[in-house]
């Protein structure tokens, strides 16, 4: 079968031949029709995120798949049914996590990743998985179910969001998504169905731009950073009762303190390099206190995410889609795939079609 990999001492994504896997006990084979393709993947090419799995020298890349099972193996799932996998795995023994499906909260070492951590992804014209770490979808979904994965960290976050905010009478009506980059997006879109009355999304592009024309066909208003920065735009448009940050910006870590209103919550999903830089600490830390703010970190997300990113993904309009998959490439065709422009916001690979 092809596989696009990571290969040790290549540079750029390799079309490989290898073996069709056997789906061992509780697995099932999945013949993959899609693979999106996001910054990580880039990252785990340019080896600056994740591993090889172990004595391999080679990594299938993908971690945002939607399949079509192939053969259930005695498997809950039938010939033909339409699933997307999650992405964690447990390491060589399990652990609390994993039991208690709440793999994404398992630190580091505690799990291995699909096309990232030690293990090989979802880019090859099969897979297997274990059907727990299945979520069946409805046929409909063949095209775009590969977005529930990038959805579903959203879903995460959010869900953790009101888990902060569950003490008290919390109505967020405003939102803010630092970053225009896929993930911002699809965050836009999904929080447009989350009863926000007031959208906003913040970018450092000049117009005309796709990105901004998503922003403000999802009836949000589009922020540049250049002109407002997070720390002024509270008193520019208003301040949120909820910020998502998805620039991967460091500073923006701590303007979202600024951004927020009081008892609201900021949510970090964004992953910087080292960076050290100044800040007023005081004036963080007092706001914080006297202004009743939370601000987390988020990563990954489980089955439950992916399953509220179904519904979040049903409801999206067409030409949501349409616009922001910019690309769509055949395996021989990777390198397209990969390749990044201001007219890209997200491409995939199909390996098949239903
Ligand atoms: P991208 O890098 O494609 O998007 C980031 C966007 O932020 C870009 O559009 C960029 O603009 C914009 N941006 C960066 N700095 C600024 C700034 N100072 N002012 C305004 N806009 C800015 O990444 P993704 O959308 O794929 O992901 C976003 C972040 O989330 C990344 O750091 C990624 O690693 C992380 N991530 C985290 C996950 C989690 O579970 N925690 C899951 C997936 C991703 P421009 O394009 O014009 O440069
Ligand atoms: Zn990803």
New binding site residues.
């Given amino acids: 079968m092809h596989v696009i990999a990571a290969v040790r001492d290549e540079e750029g994504p390799q079309f490989l031949d290898i073996p069709k896997p056997d789906p061992g006990p509780d697995e099932a084979l999945v013949r993959t029709l899609r693979v999106g393709i ?3 993947d880039h ?1 785990v090419l340019d080896g600056n995120h994740g591993d090889f799995p172990e004595g391999e020298d080679y990594q299938i890349l993908g971690h945002e798949a939607v399949g079509i099972v192939e053969d259930p193996n005695r498997t809950r799932f039938e010939v033909g049914d339409l699933v997307v996998p999650t992405v964690r795995r447990p390491p060589d023994e399990t652990n609390e996590y994993f039991e208690r499906n709440e793999p994404d909260m398992a630190a580091d070492g505690d799990y291995l990743e699909r096309g990232i951590v030690g293990a090989h992804g979802f880019m090859a014209t099969y897979f297997t998985s274990p059907e727990r770490f299945l979520v069946g979808i409805p046929d409909e979904f063949a095209d775009y179910g590969f977005l529930i994965e ?1 959805i579903s ?1 959203s879903e ?2 959010f869900e953790h969001a009101q888990a902060t905010r569950s003490a008290f009478e919390w109505n967020p009506k405003s939102a803010l998504v ?9 965050t836009l879109a999904m929080l447009d169905r989350k009863g926000f009355d007031r959208m906003y999304c ?4 000049d117009r005309p731009d796709l ?1 901004i024309d998503v922003i403000e066909c999802l009836g949000a208003t589009y922020v ?3 002109e407002t920065p ?1 720390s002024e735009i509270a008193a520019a448009h208003e301040a949120m009762d909820f910020v998502y ?5 460091a ?2 870590a701590f303007d979202t303190v600024r951004a927020l209103a009081p008892n609201g919550v900021g949510a ?5 390099d080292d960076w050290t830089f100044q800040i007023n600490g005081g004036q963080l830390h007092r706001e914080i206190v006297l202004e009743n703010k939370a601000l987390f ?5 489980n089955v439950r995410h992916f399953k509220a990113a179904k519904e979040s993904l049903a409801a999206f309009p067409d030409w949501f889609t349409d616009e922001l998959i910019t690309g769509i490439y055949s395996p021989e065709e990777v390198e397209k795939a990969f390749e990044r422009d ?1 007219d890209v916001i ?1 491409t995939v690979v199909e390996f098949d079609t239903p």
């Fill in positions: 996001d910054g990580t990252e990038p960290n995460k976050a630092l970053g225009n980059g896929p993930l911002g997006l699809l913040l970018g450092r592009r990105t540049d950073s250049r997070v940050e998805a620039t991967g910006y500073p923006h970090l999903l964004g992953i910087p970190g988020s990563v990954n997300s201001d997200k």
